[in-house]
């Protein structure tokens, strides 16, 4: 397996203590922040809006990754990059206009991605994925922490990874987010996965730091 980047998911840290477990992912072999906005409407719950997001970037010394799980993310993207989001990740199911809002989140200087549901075939990024940095696949249905994992996901990267292959789009990154964790995550690897999001996983043990080294040890052991 290729290294990958691991990315706790802020949703599922300690919100009377975010300095502390900013501070634990900063000293970490953690690699991003992975941070949910939910407006309520897209997906039943409301999470984290701009002024949160520039609070935390102001803890945060590893890169943002945002998804947007919201309606209408394009009257937003500009206002979340000055905000702090270093890759902002949008909905195939919330942009009618998707070309349009990838190129609205490079000009930014951001790094783009999609995000899609688990109901959704990767087929459908067929004419975007040139002017993707990211793809996000929804492993759990979008909305709500500690959901338990769906194994349709592995292979729709398997089928996605083939796709950005044929084209030597290696630098597309594909990203799994939820359900996530030790049990599951060589096999997203394998399945060519290179971006992991743990929420509950890491911040739900007695030792993230210790949780985060194990998998990023997943690489290393298979190496040996």
Request: glycine share 6%.
């Amino acid at each position: 397996m290729k290294p990958y980047l691991l990315a706790p998911s802020v949703l599922a840290a300690n919100f009377a203590h975010l300095a502390a477990d900013f501070a634990m992912v900063n000293q970490s072999e953690a690699d991003w922040f992975h941070v949910d906005v939910m407006d309520g409407r897209f997906v039943p719950n409301i999470s984290f809006g701009m002024f949160i997001i520039e609070a935390m970037k102001k803890l945060a010394t590893k890169p943002l990754d945002v998804h947007l799980m919201i309606v209408e993310p394009e009257k937003y993207i500009e206002a979340f990059r000055a905000a702090g989001a270093d890759v902002i990740t949008v909905h195939y199911e919330a942009c009618p206009h998707l070309h349009r809002t990838l190129q609205q989140i490079r000009a930014t200087g951001a790094k783009a991605g999609v995000a899609l549901n688990p109901h959704t075939p990767v087929r459908v990024l067929e004419d975007v994925l040139e002017n993707l940095d990211l793809v996000c696949l929804m492993s759990v249905n979008p909305g709500f922490g500690g959901q338990k994992f769906i194994y349709q996901t592995i292979p729709k990267v398997r089928a996605l990874r083939a796709m950005l292959e044929e084209r030597n789009l290696d630098n597309v990154l594909i990203e799994i987010d939820g359900g996530v964790g030790l049990h599951n995550a060589e096999a997203l690897l394998q399945a060519g996965a290179n971006v992991l999001v743990a929420g509950s996983s890491v911040f739900g043990t007695k030792n993230p730091t210790q949780t985060i080294q194990k998998f990023k040890n997943l690489v290393k052991e298979s190496q040996i």
